[in-house]
């Protein structure tokens, strides 16, 4: 399964991705990886271990939509066409039509909170100050709102009284790198079906 992964910051999802990989129990490639931070540690990753990567700029774009064109280009350029995936891990940024009318269906998303609950940039500081008691993170298709869209697979964590974003942000984190491979490996082995807002997991090999 041919992939890019869109970054913005320390990029340990992508880390989870490149070492299920090397593993041999994630059958994908990573063909790009893109950055609209300059600084983003995710591409420290790719250099070590020589994938290729972009550093794409959104302030060097006048909309979000020519941003989104320039990255559709740089996307398909290498390699992720129809076949292929594209994962937002830790990507913080919301894409438009342009790009996802480039890729129906085939962006993906992983969030620190069960969503509905808690979208946004803070999300396990969220759920933590609201006192709930168990939160997580969620793999979704992307639609144009911000974490929104068809859940694909959700994983939870406990949360205690007094633990606040700080305690449970690694939890989550853990969990995270956990089902964001697993989503990948599910799309590329056609396991997921989106039926309305629903996404089934199919029976492997029917
Ligand atoms: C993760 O918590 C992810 O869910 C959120 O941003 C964080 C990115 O972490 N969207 P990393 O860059 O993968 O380490």
């Not at 990989?21 to 790719?46: C, F, H, P, T």
Request: a negative charge.
């Amino acid at each position: 399964l041919p992939i890019a992964v869109l970054v913005s910051g320390s990029g340990s999802n992508l880390q989870s991705i490149i070492d299920r990989i090397e593993e041999g129990v994630l059958d994908a490639e990573i063909k790009l990886i893109v950055s609209n931070k300059a600084r983003a540690y995710g591409i420290e990753r790719a250099k070590k271990h020589g994938i290729p990567y972009k550093v794409l700029l959104h302030t060097d774009f006048r909309s979000r939509e020519d941003f989104d064109s320039a990255l559709v280009e740089c996307i398909t350029d290498a390699g992720v066409g129809e076949d292929g995936l594209v994962v937002m891990a830790g990507f913080m940024r919301i894409v438009t039509s342009v790009f996802l009318g480039a890729f129906e269906n085939r962006v993906i998303n992983i969030h620190p909170a069960l969503l509905p609950s808690f979208p946004g940039v803070h999300g396990q500081a969220d759920a933590a100050d609201y006192g709930v008691k168990i939160s997580g993170c969620t793999v979704h298709f992307v639609d144009e709102q911000m974490d929104h869209g068809p859940v694909i697979v959700q994983g939870a964590v406990p949360c205690q009284a007094g633990e606040d974003g700080d305690v449970l942000g690694p939890r989550i984190l853990k969990l995270e790198h956990r089902v964001l491979p697993q989503a990948i490996q599910w799309f590329g082995e056609g396991r997921l079906k989106i039926e309305g807002r629903h996404v089934e997991l199919r029976v492997a090999g029917r």
